[in-house]
T-cell receptor, first 114, second 115 residues
């Protein structure tokens, strides 16, 4: 695609429900990143994929968070049993490889847990 | 571990004037890259400028330039002839080599441009 696409753009969910956030990276980009941006905060690294592999999942805040990437393309971030502190903007970025190349960001999913 | 610090939560500038946003960082790697990203209210993160640590020359992109002081681990962004469209949150980011594959971001500086 022309850019990184994230869906939904906004999601309101009840506390305790599961949510799935989707990221469609730029075609051909092998590296994919998930970040969380809370109000007034910087970007908190969650997880990184190289192809379909996630070498480091230590950024995930709890075991309620999981992510997968299939076919070296689309990635899904799943949050189980959502809590109010999960409310944030979730940003996805992709780059054609790791290293100092530019990471292209999607517009994010604003998650609100009520 | 690598860290990025932006000590100015908010800055303001008059239209057509110049403003400098500060960033300091820390990494144990000798080979790394530094970035400034802009995030307008639309939430879309946009790359403003990029600097390779091995290059001594400061990067420049039109009205945007950096002052890269490697020994001091400082990477400031200068915006010249500020425009209303420059109003946004600006994030400094660091990528270093080895196993540090992630971009580490500072907390950001909110820039207001006054007409």
């Amino acid at each position: 695609g022309a850019g990184v696409s994230q869906s939904p753009s906004n999601k309101v969910t009840e506390k305790g429900k599961d949510v799935e956030l989707r990221c469609d990276p730029i075609s051909g980009h092998t590296a994919l990143y998930w970040y969380r941006q809370s109000l007034g905060q910087g970007l908190e690294f969650l997880i990184y994929f190289q192809g379909n592999s996630a070498p480091d999942k230590s950024g995930l805040p709890s075991d309620r968070f999981s992510a997968e990437r299939t076919g070296g393309s689309v990635s899904t971030l799943t949050i189980q049993r959502t809590q109010q502190e999960d409310s944030a903007v979730y940003l996805c970025a992709s780059s054609w490889r790791t290293g100092g190349t530019e990471a292209f960001f999607g517009q994010g999913t604003r998650l609100t847990v009520v | 571990a690598q860290t990025v610090t932006q000590s100015q939560p908010e800055m303001s500038v008059q239209e057509a004037e110049t403003v400098t946003l500060s960033c300091t960082y820390d990494t144990s790697e000798s080979d790394y890259y530094l970035f400034w990203y802009k995030q307008p209210p639309s939430r879309q993160m946009i790359l403003v400028i990029r600097q390779e640590a091995y290059k001594q020359q400061n990067a420049t992109e039109n009205r945007f330039s950096v002052n890269f002081q490697k020994a001091a681990k400082s990477f400031s962004l200068k915006i010249s002839d500020s425009q209303l469209g420059d109003a946004a949150m600006y994030f400094c980011a660091l990528y270093s080599g080895g196993s540090n594959y992630k971009l580490t971001f500072g907390k950001g500086t909110l820039l207001t441009v006054n007409p």
